[in-house]
C-alpha cells in the first residue's frame, strides 16, 4: 500500500511475480497463464522460488502499518 504513494511499479511488479510464484502450486493455470501476460518467457513452474532478503526489512514502515492495524482493528 505504501509503494502506491510514491508510485514505485518496479516493487508493484516484484510483488505481483512473486505472489504468482507462492500461488502456483495452488492454481496453477491461472498464475501460468497471468505470468505470460506479464510477457515473462519460460514457463512459471521452472522460476526460481522467491527468498526472503533481508535488506528488504523496514522496521520503521513496519510500525506505521503496525500503527495503522492496530487502529483499524
Keep these: ?3 502506491k ?4 511499479s518496479a ?3 516484484h ?5 504468482l510464484k507462492l500461488l502456483h502450486p495452488f492454481i496453477p493455470f491461472i498464475t501460468e497463464a497471468l505470468w505470460h501476460e506479464l510477457g515473462e518467457d519460460g514457463l512459471l513452474i521452472s522460476a526460481p522460488w522467491p ?3 533481508p535488506d528488504w526489512n523496514f522496521p520503521g514502515e513496519k510500525a506505521e502499518l503496525d500503527l495503522v492495524r492496530e487502529v483499524i482493528t
Aim: glycine share 0%; proline share 0%.
Design 1 to 3: 500500500e505504501m509503494s
Design 5 to 8: 504513494v510514491h508510485k514505485n
Design 11 to 13: 516493487v508493484l511488479s
Design 15 to 19: 510483488v505481483l511475480k512473486t505472489c
Design 51 to 53: 527468498v526472503s532478503n
